[in-house]
């Protein structure tokens, strides 16, 4: 996703912090994949941002995947299908599963593919080639993160939809009308149901005491 907007404060650096603590030794491996769940505006982005340039730091190249960018539907069109085609379409079978599982055995090959990325500008998705070679770690970001076989260390960040709602407003992204409550509520279901299965768990409001196993 490009031109995306997020904020980096000083309790996602610490959260960071404690994730590579708890990765450091399993990234050694030569491919390893870390799945970022949540919902919309919990902070995915800017911790998937802060632990690629930690990793970087320690010599560890990283590259992150944005589920936006795997929509079946582009986001032009994506709010007209929804209203047209109802509710019972928001959820995990909104995203090109295939073409997600497909990168993620070309990262595992390092192998080099063309993937696509989201404008956040134009609303337009483009192309950009990556070559997986020599990227050592893998970070998935999205509301369905941990639905991707193969992941290798899951955070789940702990914030609904309710508790960032003027996060949302101040983003832009999206009209908040009563319809946009409606698909929030139906992916805060789907989203909570990957929860179980989390490795660690991140929550920002009450840092720091959010973080746990």
Not at 29 to 48: Q, R, Y
Not at 108 to 113: A, E, K, W
Not at 145 to 166: N, Q
């Amino acid at each position: 996703m490009q031109n995306d907007v997020f904020h980096i404060k000083e309790n996602h650096i610490q959260a960071a912090e404690m994730v590579m603590n708890e990765i450091s030794e399993k990234a050694e491996k030569k491919k390893f994949i870390i799945g970022i769940a949540g919902e919309v505006s919990s902070g995915k982005t800017t911790l998937a941002y802060l632990l690629g340039r930690m990793l970087k730091m320690k010599g560890h190249a990283s590259k992150i995947l944005d589920l936006v960018d795997f929509y079946k539907v582009p986001p032009l069109e994506r709010r007209t299908y929804r209203e047209k085609h109802g509710l019972d379409t928001i959820g995990v079978d909104e995203y090109d599963w295939k073409k997600i599982e497909s990168t993620l055995k070309s990262f595992r090959n390092g192998d080099s593919v063309e993937l696509p990325l989201v404008d956040m500008l134009t609303d337009e998705v483009d192309a950009i080639r990556t070559n997986f070679q020599n990227v050592q770690v893998l970070i998935i970001s999205g509301l369905y993160a941990f639905y991707c076989k193969d992941v290798d260390f899951k955070i789940f960040m702990e914030l609904t939809y309710r508790e960032t709602y003027e996060a949302q407003k101040y983003t832009g992204k999206e009209v908040m009308d009563s319809f946009r409550q409606k698909i929030l509520e139906k992916e805060h279901k789907a989203v909570q149901k990957q929860k179980n299965d989390a490795d660690i768990y991140i929550d920002f409001n009450s840092f720091l005491s959010s973080y746990h196993l």
